[in-house]
């Protein structure tokens, strides 16, 4: 557990010191929190889901998220022509397939982006890892809910179905490329309270999986520096303000302070 992270703490220092650029397809509602986030994060944002721009943006571009929480025909098209730039650059693409728990649509697009051009992480919170890897769970909307009993079984399905690295968000977000699993014990129940928390942790994922080929690092370990980097985040904000309002403000504050000493010293893995 010690040397995962470090190895975390190398590349969220690789991310500050390198800036990839983050070719995200996005949903509207946390667009801006995401092109924000990614800025204080160290990494460089560009929103290009213009179906038009989508292939060559890609193909430019260190990491490639795609958040399918409002797709609009578009976006769909978009996000599928992205991919296939991004699989010939061999650019990470981390996809976060919000809602899929309550709109079975979401399964076909993440489904399709898998058979088109191959997936690096899947970034979910627990009810859509379940819902992706075929079990009943429960959930709200975009929020999971009730019992996430066997989430680590379904995450380790699914990431061997899909070949990728899973990360489920929750109390305690799992994180397994079908062979390996940790989970990660970082984060705040404040996390929760406020809109695009999930969005702006998928956007920090492909910041850290752009970085990882400067320090050596694979999948698994960048999805583990991402989780890990916003939920110290989460934990300096809330030292801050117990106000979803003011904590908003505070994380961003917060994931801007995070460096590789800071992730060295609050990191939680078992």
């Known amino acids: 557990m010690s040397k995962l992270i470090e190895q975390a703490a190398d590349i969220v220092d690789a991310v500050r010191k390198q800036n990839p650029l983050v070719d995200c397809i996005t949903n509207f509602v946390t667009v801006n929190d995401c092109a924000n986030i990614l800025l204080a994060f160290g990494a460089s944002p560009a929103m290009a889901d213009a179906l038009d721009d989508a292939f060559g943006f890609a193909k430019i571009s260190g990491a490639l998220y795609i958040n399918i929480g409002t797709f609009i025909k578009e976006h769909e098209s978009a996000s599928i022509e992205a991919a296939l730039g991004a699989k010939q650059a061999g650019i990470p693409i981390i996809v976060d397939p919000v809602g899929c728990g309550a709109i079975p649509r979401g399964i076909r697009i993440t489904q399709h982006l898998h058979e088109s051009a191959g997936i690096d992480i ?91 080929k400067y320090v050596g690092a694979d999948m698994f370990s960048a999805a583990a520096a991402g989780i890990m980097a916003m939920g110290i985040a989460g934990e300096l904000a809330a030292e801050k303000t117990q106000l979803p309002g003011s904590f908003r403000v505070a994380l961003m504050d917060s994931i801007y302070t995070v460096t590789g000493a800071v992730m060295r010293e609050r990191g939680k893995v078992t």
């Open 122 to 212: 899947i970034k979910a919170n627990m009810g859509e890892i379940m819902a992706l890897a075929g079990i009943k769970a429960e959930v709200k909307g975009v929020d999971s809910g009730g019992d996430m009993a066997g989430i680590e079984d379904a995450a380790l399905s699914l990431a061997k179905q899909y070949r990728c690295v899973v990360a489920a968000t929750g109390k305690a977000d799992v994180v397994t490329d079908g062979e390996r699993l940790v989970r990660i014990h970082n984060g705040v129940e404040m996390l929760t309270k406020i809109t695009g928390a999930g969005c702006m942790l998928g956007a920090i994922c492909a910041a850290t999986a752009a970085a990882a």
